[in-house]
Each structure stands twice: as structure tokens, then as C-alpha cells.
T-cell receptor, first 111, second 113 residues
């Protein structure tokens, strides 16, 4: 499976934008880029996903590099509730349809 | 619409015992996946069930087994518990077996003493 690389941790201030990077240099042409996050004491929750074009939803935006070797999850105005571990996952059709989680980025939001 | 639910929320067992964890999938979802999350790590895929059949398995020994029922709810069974089995066990449901968004339950925290 193609691997992703994320910083272990990041800090942000409340109400400021946050850019969470993810490198995936071995991504294949059919891999979707998924982002999930896990709030403390909860299961992971879906945030956003995309293939080639940038994507927006009510939670976040996903910016995908033209060569698709990296992507950035953008939280436009961080709130305290956004403090979580953010996972960048490539959706490769291995036949298992499983999500392969890495260690993720722990985002801390300061008031 | 009811989300994914899991029971029990917490469980304490001793080494060598057996445990059964339960998951009710989100309404309309026919695919259930199970994950193990050790403390401080990302979830690791155990196996997936689609329409009552196992549809893929991660790198876990055969003492980890599962079932899916006609109503698409699921069980995870672990035999001969080991100390390293202590973890958060997560269930996720999805609309189909493809690369669909997975919806996770809150998990069952298992402690093996």
C-alpha cells in the first residue's frame, strides 16, 4: 500500500486557519485521498476525500497538488472542538476495502 | 438515522479468556469493518464483512473471528486473550464493500489482565 507521511503534531490558535500537510509520493493514479479525524475518546470520523481536484465541504477543504504527491487539509477557522488526531489515508483497491491508518497529526488548538 | 453503536463500552478480561464484542451498523449499511487501536497508535484493520461473508482480513491471527447477521449487525470474537489484545476495538459500517466512506462507532475498550 502507498504510504503517507504527516507531522506528528501541530498547534493552532482558535479562529485561525489550519493547514495540515500530507505527503504521499508513491500515490497511484487511482488512489483517492481520504481524511479522517479522531476526537478524544471517540471513533474516527470522515472529514473529506478527493482524487485530483480540490474539494470543499462544510467541515474543511482539501487542496491536492498538481502531481498528487502531496495534499493539505484546510480548516478555515479552527475551534477548540477541532482538537483531534487527523489521519491522511490513501484509498487503494487492495480487495480488502480497508482503511490503512498511519499515526496521524495531533492538532492542538489554543484558545 | 441511528449511527453505529457498539457494546459493551468497556470490558475487563483475564489472559486466556474469550470475548465477544458487538456492533450495530448504520441503517442501510451492508458492510462492517473491525479495527484494533492500541494506545497512541492509529487503528489497524482486522477484517471486513459484506452481506454475512468475510471480505478481507488484515494481519491478525485466526483467534480473531467474526460474524455478520442478516440485519448486518456484527460480532468480533477473540479467543485465548493475550495481554497485547488490550486496545480500543472499533467497528465501522459503510454503504457497500467499495471505497465508500466508513462510519465508525465509539469503540469498545478492552483491558486484558
Amino acid at each position: 500500500d502507498a504510504k503517507t507521511t504527516q507531522p506528528n503534531s501541530m498547534e493552532s490558535n482558535e479562529e485561525e486557519p489550519v493547514h495540515l500537510p500530507c505527503n504521499h509520493s508513491t500515490i497511484s493514479g487511482t488512489d483517492y485521498i481520504h481524511w479522517y479525524r479522531q476526537l478524544p475518546s471517540q471513533g474516527p470520523e470522515y472529514v473529506i476525500h478527493g482524487l485530483t481536484s480540490n474539494v470543499n465541504n462544510r467541515m474543511a477543504s482539501l487542496a491536492i497538488a498538481e502531481d498528487r504527491k502531496s495534499s493539505t487539509l484546510i480548516l478555515h477557522r479552527a475551534t477548540l472542538r477541532d482538537a483531534a488526531v487527523y489521519y491522511c489515508i490513501l484509498g487503494r483497491d487492495t480487495g480488502r476495502r480497508a482503511l490503512t491508518f498511519g499515526s496521524g497529526t495531533r492538532l492542538q488548538v489554543q484558545p | 438515522e441511528t449511527g453505529v453503536t457498539q457494546s459493551p463500552t468497556h470490558l475487563i478480561k483475564t489472559r486466556g479468556q474469550q470475548v465477544t464484542l458487538r456492533c450495530s451498523s448504520q441503517s442501510g449499511h451492508n458492510t462492517v469493518s473491525w479495527y484494533q487501536q492500541a494506545l497512541g497508535q492509529g487503528p489497524q484493520f482486522i477484517f471486513q464483512y459484506y452481506r454475512e461473508e468475510e471480505n478481507g482480513r488484515g494481519n491478525f491471527p485466526p483467534r480473531f473471528s467474526g460474524l455478520q447477521f442478516p440485519n448486518y449487525s456484527s460480532e468480533l470474537n477473540v479467543n485465548a486473550l493475550e495481554l497485547d489484545d488490550s486496545a480500543l476495538y472499533l467497528c465501522a459500517s459503510s454503504l457497500s464493500q467499495g471505497e465508500e466512506t466508513q462510519y465508525f462507532g465509539p469503540g469498545t475498550r478492552l483491558l486484558v489482565l
